[in-house]
C-alpha cells in the first residue's frame, strides 16, 4: 500500500514552452501533497505544499506564477512549469499524506530537461 | 529555519563493515525524522521513520537513532552489503500531522566496495 506515482518520469522541452507534472496516489486518498524539486549533486528542497480542494501554499523563492499547482482530487495533484527555461531543468518529486496520518510516501520523480 | 546536516558527505568501504551515518538538526522540535535511500536519477525509498516521542527504530540490517534534545540521529548498517551503494537522506518533519513538507540534508553518498 501507499504508493504514488509520477507522471511523466522524464520530459525534454524548449525554452519557452509549459510542463506538466501528475502526482497520484493510487491505493489512498492524500489530503496534502508536497511538490520537492532537486538540482544535481544538491538535497530535496520543498517548492509548496497542497492541499485538496484550496491554493498551495508556497516556499520563500518559489514563484506561484511559474509553478502552477492543482490538486482538485484527493489523488491527483498536478505542477505545470510555464515558460520553462534552462534554469528549471531538475528533477521534481512530489509526495503525499494520507488523512491523519504522518508519514509522506514519495513518487519516483520527474526528470525535467530544458533546452 | 530548520538546517539538517549529514557527515560524511562520502564514504566508500569494503564490504562486510558496520557503518555509521550521521545526522545533525538545528531546530529541536521535530515531529518526526526519516532516513531515505536514493539510487541515482530515483525517487526516495523510505527507509526508517522515527516519530519525535521514540529513541530508535530497527529493520533488517539498519537501526536509526533519535536524541531530539541533542538535534542528532545515526543510522547504522550492519554487515554492509555492494547492494547498500547509494545515497542516504536523512529528513525531519517539523509539525505534528505532518502538515509541513520534510526538510532534508545533502545526503551521503555511500559506496561498498565488493
Known amino acids: 500500500g501507499a504508493v504514488v506515482s509520477q507522471h511523466p518520469s522524464r520530459v525534454i522541452c524548449k525554452s519557452g514552452t509549459s510542463v506538466k507534472i501528475e502526482c497520484r496516489s493510487l491505493?489512498?486518498?492524500?489530503?496534502?501533497m508536497f511538490w520537492y524539486r532537486q538540482f544535481p549533486k544538491q538535497s530535496l528542497m520543498l517548492m509548496a505544499t497542497s492541499n485538496e480542494g484550496s491554493k498551495a501554499t508556497y516556499e520563500q523563492g518559489v514563484e506561484k506564477d511559474k509553478f502552477l499547482i492543482n490538486h482538485a482530487s484527493l489523488t491527483l495533484s498536478t505542477l505545470t512549469v510555464t515558460s520553462a527555461h534552462p534554469e528549471d531543468s531538475s528533477f521534481y518529486i512530489c509526495s503525499a499524506i494520507a488523512g491523519g496520518r504522518f508519514e509522506q510516501f514519495f513518487g519516483p520523480g520527474t526528470r525535467l530537461t530544458v533546452l | 529555519k530548520q538546517e539538517v546536516t549529514q557527515i560524511p558527505a562520502a564514504l566508500s568501504v569494503p564490504e562486510g563493515e558496520n557503518l555509521v551515518l550521521n545526522c545533525s538538526f538545528t531546530?529541536?522540535?521535530?515531529?518526526?525524522l526519516q532516513w531515505f535511500r536514493q539510487d541515482p536519477g530515483k525517487g526516495l525509498t523510505s527507509l526508517l521513520l522515527i516519530q519525535s516521542s521514540q529513541r530508535e527504530q530497527t529493520s533488517g540490517r539498519l537501526n536509526a537513532s533519535l536524541d531530539k534534545s541533542s538535534g542528532r540521529s545515526t543510522l547504522y548498517i550492519a554487515a554492509s552489503q555492494p547492494g547498500d551503494s547509494a545515497t542516504y537522506l536523512c529528513?525531519?518533519?517539523?509539525?505534528?500531522?505532518?502538515?509541513?513538507?520534510?526538510?532534508f540534508g545533502k545526503g551521503t553518498h555511500l559506496i561498498i566496495q565488493p
Open positions: 491505493d489512498f486518498q492524500a489530503t496534502t
Open positions: 531546530d529541536s522540535a521535530i515531529y518526526n
Open positions: 529528513a525531519v518533519g517539523q509539525r505534528g500531522g505532518g502538515a509541513d513538507g520534510l526538510t
